[in-house]
Nanobody, 113 residues
Framework: VQLVESGGGLVQPGGSLRLSCVASRFIFSLYDMSWYRQAPGKEREWVARIIGSGGRTDYANSVKGRFTVSRDNAKSTVYLQMDNLQPEDTAVYYC???????WGVGTQVTVSS
């Protein structure tokens, strides 16, 4: 299993970023995919999930209405569109396949003026 996140960066409050996670070495379309984040000094927390077909999504209350998870099974890629970013969204963001233990290195998102 290999997961490679990208798309992070520094953005001002109210701004947007789109994260990508390219997966390999497993049958991507068979797995639900989640995004997690870990802020400095805090535990890793779940952010969003999308089922294998892409037909259902779920979100943590803290990001509902601002973040959108999607996937392209042909590209083995899952995305996280993040709008109206706030300083409390600052964290390293990771993707993960359900029931598989591998983690990528993550991508840093910093929201600051």
């Amino acid at each position: 299993v290999q997961l490679v996140e990208s798309g992070g960066g520094l953005v001002q409050p109210g701004g947007s970023l789109r994260l990508s996670c390219v997966a390999s070495r497993f049958i991507f379309s068979l797995y639900d995919m989640s995004w997690y984040r870990q802020a400095p000094g805090k535990e890793r927390e779940w952010v969003a999930r999308i089922i294998g077909s892409g037909g259902r999504t779920d979100y943590a209350n803290s990001v509902k209405g601002r973040f959108t998870v999607s996937r392209d099974n042909a590209k083995s890629t899952v995305y996280l569109q993040m709008d109206n970013l706030q300083p409390e969204d600052t964290a390293v963001y990771y993707c993960k396949a359900a029931n598989l233990q591998a983690w990528g290195v993550g991508t840093q998102v910093t929201v600051s003026s």
